[in-house]
Structures are given as structure tokens and as C-alpha cells.
């Protein structure tokens, strides 16, 4: 890959192009040639960042536009391929650092460069949805992603209920429906299920879907023990198969913020991670709130939360402690509040509270590095209506849906504390579905590595047994 704005002008005529200026750095909308195999499952336009040389091919026998910028709606060549001897190579009109610091022109140029391999022709994956749930649980929303993902077609559901089974079919009219995991197995139009049953059922229903030969996504938690967890990873390498675990929170956009806060130095090495969820209402009278399905309370939110952390601190922690209650929700056997505490060898700490007896709500996110520190406070959402004959009618979203603005301080020497906003990163679309699809059709990387999530696990399996120790301090399997 060589950069326009390093060669002379000799040596862009050898390769068929000729320079006129260099534009001042500014962003610009890169956009690959729909035609060519190297742009299969892009998309259609990615923003970019830097000066711009002003190209034009002067030998169309040696160089060939395949990316361009639109200038004053007029398109301008952005990455050329030309000819050099008895090979190629590919010249870029922008830094060719810049571009390979964004996803989508970073597998552009990998693509065009070798470094990955070029698409094959477009098929599509066929899914399956073991345990749909209820309406607008996660049987549905993965049958939504599956459907409104290019590259994969939601073709196959599995439920016992015979309801809810129908419901899928009555949702989902392409989707065949089975009643246990044994014809699920033997449907040859699946390539990939995805387990979203109560936590107590992900390693068993995963462990025969491997053997059956399909790749498996597990709803988080992957499952309740590390010695699970690595029996799974060990059956998808002998498999030849994959399994990853749906931490669809790390594509929340205010966690992708608070994640570029730490990648770009904002807050310096953090030290102290904090993270917080929940309230004062009655628990939840589905599976989550039974132990004997969840694995307990510490499984549900923190199975996100803690995969948060262990994400920012780029590694596990040495110990863990946990302490919960079980003070006013008689009904239901999971704890009332779990507090986790994890300490890593360097000193770094953090903590994860969830709890269902808080009248007034600690921030979601408290994070303190050496140079600043990041606060995120919930916001609940309200929809509020005036309906002819009803008058106003509001309802209520659960708070932690909502992405959230970031607040960062940040401490400079002789002036002080200075703070900003950092708003949530958007979202665009089904991101880890997304990812899957790539994954399973073009070897790019698994969404989530499967060792992160069985990392996860080992957290949260101390957690529980320290809280039913009384709070003993538990080294991490």
C-alpha cells in the first residue's frame, strides 16, 4: 500500500496516476466500487479522516479506480489499483494509516492487499432459534436480526411450548418449526443456532449442538461454570465449529463512548471501575429471578456488566468478592442485591452492584483513571401520550435501555478540574449479527471470542460462591 501524498510526481506517472493538489485535511465519505469482489458486505460509504491528494488517472491501461470521494459531487479516485512490473500495487490518495484505523476500509484494503481473503460469491446462513420465548423476548428479537441481516435467513425455531412455537411460525412464516433439539439437530437447512433457553440449559443444548455439527451463538451467560465453559470450547475446536456468546451490550453506544474515552487516553490508566444496575420494584417473576434457571442473581446483569469491565481492563482479576441480600422479595429465590468486588494483582479494582431493594439509583458507570474520571447516570425512558377518551397514558421503558450521555473530568495542571460530554456512539442495524454473518461467510474475526465469555464466567461463578460463603474472598478458576 503506498501513500499519493509520499511519491513524486515521476513516480505516479509510472504507475498511470498524476497529482493537482493536496486538499486540506478534512472528512470525506469513502466509497468502495460496488462491482469489485473485494467490497462484498461492506458498507456503502464509511467516513474518512485526513488530507486528500487529488488524483487522476492519466493510463487507464494501468490504473484502476476502486474506491472513490465525492468532492463538489464530483468523484474522485481515493484508492487506485495499478500495475508495476509483473505485479500491482495500490496506491491511496488519503493516509493509508487513517484508513486502516476505520473497520470498513481496513477490510477493504486487507482484501485488496492479500492480507485477507476476497469474498466468495453471496450465500446466505441458515439460523435457528432454540427457546422463543415469549413475545418480544429474545427468540424474537434474534428472529428480527436474522431477518433484517444480509447473510443470514432465519429459517428453523425450536420450542417445547407448542404456543410459542406457533407464535414464531405465525411471526416468522419462512421458519419451520421443531419441538425438541433432536429434529433441530437434524434439520439440514441450519447452519448456525442460537441457544437463548435460562442459563441452567446453555451447556448442555450447546455441547449437543456442536456434536451435531452446527456452530452455536449462546444467549450470556455462556453458561454457570468455567469447567463448562472450557468442556464447550474444547468440543468447537475438535468440532471444527464455532460457538460465541451474544454480548450484545458491547455495542451499547454509552459503552462504546466510555471505551473510546479509555483508547484515546482521556482518562489516563484506570485504576477503579464501578458499574451499577437497578432499583426498588419487585423482581422480575419470570426464569431470571429463579436461581434453580439463572444461576442467580449475579448472572443476569452481570453477565453484561462484568463483560464490560473485564473489556476495559483487557484482562481477569486475581480475586473476587461478593456479598448479597435476601431482605424483602420473598417470592422469588434469587438475591435481592449481590455487591461484587475484583481485585487484579496490579492494584486496579472494580465493582459491580445489582440489586432490586434501591429506591434512588447509583451512577451506571463510575470510572477513575490517572488523568480524569468518567460518571454516566441512567435515564429512564417515559413515553408519554394524551389518547382521545384515555387522557394521558405513559409507559415506561426499563432504565438500563436507554444509552446515556458520558460526563468526563478531567484534571489540568494549574487550571483545574475540566469537564465534557461525550454522547453515546451510534448504532446502526444488528452489529453482532452482523458480525456473525462475516464471520461464517468470510472467516473475519468471531464477534466475541469465546474465551472472553468463559472469562466471564469464571468471574461470576466466584461471585456466587463468594456470596453464599458469606462473602469469602475466591481466587478465579
Not at 492479500?114 to 435457528?128: H, N
Not at 431470571?288 to 443476569?300: Q, R, T
Given at each position: 500500500m503506498l501513500d499519493a501524498g509520499a511519491l513524486s510526481d515521476g513516480e505516479l506517472s509510472e504507475l498511470g496516476l498524476r497529482r493537482d493538489d493536496v486538499l486540506p485535511e478534512g472528512e470525506w465519505f469513502l466509497r468502495p466500487?460496488?462491482?469489485?469482489?473485494?467490497?462484498?458486505?461492506?458498507?456503502r460509504e464509511t467516513s474518512v479522516v485526513g488530507p486528500l491528494v487529488r488524483l487522476h488517472v492519466a493510463d487507464p491501461s494501468i490504473a484502476t479506480v476502486v474506491a472513490t470521494v465525492s468532492v463538489r459531487f464530483t468523484d474522485l479516485p481515493a484508492i487506485v489499483e495499478c500495475a508495476s512490473g509483473k505485479g500491482r500495487v495500490i496506491v491511496s490518495a488519503i493516509d493509508p494509516v487513517r484508513l486502516a484505523a476505520r473497520p470498513e476500509p481496513s477490510r477493504f484494503l486487507a482484501r485488496l492487499t492479500?492480507?485477507?481473503?476476497?469474498?466468495?460469491?453471496?450465500?446466505?446462513?441458515?439460523?435457528?432459534i432454540v427457546g422463543y420465548g415469549p413475545f418480544g423476548g429474545m427468540g424474537y428479537t434474534h428472529g428480527l436480526a436474522a431477518t433484517e441481516t444480509r447473510g443470514l435467513r432465519f429459517t428453523a425455531v425450536c420450542d417445547s411450548n407448542t404456543e410459542r412455537r406457533q407464535a414464531a411460525e405465525a411471526d416468522f412464516p419462512d421458519a419451520r418449526g421443531h419441538?425438541?433439539?433432536?429434529?433441530?439437530?437434524?434439520?439440514?437447512?441450519?447452519?448456525?443456532?442460537?441457544?437463548?433457553?435460562?442459563?441452567?440449559?446453555?451447556a448442555p443444548i450447546a455441547m449437543q449442538?456442536?456434536?451435531?455439527?452446527?456452530?452455536v451463538v449462546v444467549e450470556k451467560p455462556m453458561c454457570l461454570t468455567a469447567a463448562d465453559a472450557d468442556v464447550l470450547l474444547a468440543t468447537s475446536a475438535e468440532m471444527d465449529r464455532t460457538i460465541t456468546v451474544h454480548q450484545s451490550r458491547r455495542w451499547d453506544g454509552d459503552f462504546l463512548a466510555l471505551r473510546r474515552a479509555v483508547e484515546t487516553d482521556l482518562?489516563?490508566?484506570?485504576?477503579?471501575?464501578?458499574?451499577?444496575?437497578?432499583?426498588?420494584?419487585?423482581?422480575?417473576?419470570?426464569?431470571?429471578?429463579?436461581?434453580?434457571?439463572?444461576?442467580?442473581?449475579?448472572?443476569?446483569?452481570?453477565?453484561?456488566?462484568?463483560?464490560?469491565i473485564l473489556a476495559l481492563y483487557g484482562s481477569t482479576p486475581d480475586l473476587v468478592q461478593a456479598t448479597s441480600h435476601k431482605r424483602v422479595w420473598r417470592d422469588v429465590s434469587n438475591s435481592d442485591q449481590i455487591d461484587v468486588h475484583m481485585r487484579w494483582s496490579d492494584g486496579r479494582e472494580a465493582r459491580f452492584i445489582q440489586t432490586d431493594v434501591a429506591a434512588i439509583r447509583k451512577p451506571k458507570f463510575f470510572v477513575q483513571g490517572t488523568k480524569g474520571t468518567a460518571v454516566a447516570e441512567y435515564r429512564p425512558i417515559v413515553d408519554d401520550q394524551?389518547?382521545?377518551?384515555?387522557?394521558?397514558?405513559?409507559?415506561?421503558?426499563?432504565?438500563a435501555e436507554a444509552a446515556v450521555d458520558i460526563r468526563v473530568g478531567r484534571y489540568e495542571q494549574g487550571y483545574g478540574v475540566v469537564e465534557m460530554v461525550l454522547p453515546p456512539v451510534p448504532r446502526v442495524g444488528w452489529p453482532f449479527h452482523r458480525a456473525l454473518a462475516d464471520h461464517l461467510l468470510?472467516?473475519?474475526?468471531?464477534?466475541?471470542?469465546?474465551?472472553?465469555s468463559r472469562e466471564v464466567v469464571s468471574v461470576l461463578e466466584a461471585a456466587h460462591r463468594s456470596a453464599a460463603e458469606g462473602g469469602a474472598v475466591i481466587a478465579r478458576a
Open positions: 466500487d460496488a462491482d469489485r469482489p473485494e467490497a462484498a458486505r461492506l458498507q492479500g492480507a485477507q481473503a476476497v469474498p466468495a460469491a453471496d450465500r446466505t446462513i441458515g439460523v435457528g419441538a425438541d433439539t433432536d429434529s433441530l439437530c437434524n434439520d439440514p437447512d441450519v447452519d448456525v443456532v442460537i441457544v437463548a433457553t435460562p442459563p441452567v440449559l446453555h449442538l456442536l456434536r451435531a455439527g452446527k456452530h482518562l489516563g490508566e484506570v485504576f477503579n471501575m464501578e458499574t451499577f444496575v437497578g432499583g426498588f420494584d419487585h423482581p422480575c417473576r419470570w426464569w431470571h429471578s429463579d436461581e434453580a434457571l439463572s444461576g442467580g442473581a449475579v448472572y443476569d446483569w452481570g453477565s453484561h456488566h462484568i463483560d464490560w394524551l389518547l382521545a377518551g384515555r387522557g394521558h397514558v405513559a409507559d415506561a421503558w426499563h432504565h468470510l472467516g473475519e474475526p468471531v464477534p466475541v471470542p469465546p474465551n472472553e
